[in-house]
């Protein structure tokens, strides 16, 4: 989930419908928020994103992440086994 207009990402497990989560999330946060990217897995998944990121970790689970820094890591993702693939 990314906050509109500024370089944080939410990077979290949701157990269920992820529009409700975004939703349940919105109501406390000052900037509007969109879903960029879905990856298929669970909270073994969610650890491995965070300690990825952990260097950018802001407060929580979210994070400052810039486009080349992301797109970089995705990268990473994609060629490694972490059970992570995403849409």
């Not at 939410?10 to 900037?31: D, E, H, L, N």
């Not at 797109?71 to 992570?84: H, R």
């Amino acid at each position: 989930i990314k906050a509109k207009d500024w370089n944080f990402y939410k990077i979290g497990y949701a157990s269920k419908s992820i529009k409700k989560r975004v939703k349940s999330i919105q109501t406390s946060c000052p900037f509007k928020l969109k879903v960029i990217k879905k990856i298929n897995g669970g909270f073994y998944q969610e650890t491995i994103l965070h300690t990825l990121f952990k260097s950018k970790q802001q407060q929580g689970e979210w994070f400052k992440l810039d486009n080349q820094y992301l797109k970089i890591n995705l990268k990473i993702i994609k060629k490694n086994e972490y059970g992570i693939n995403g849409e």
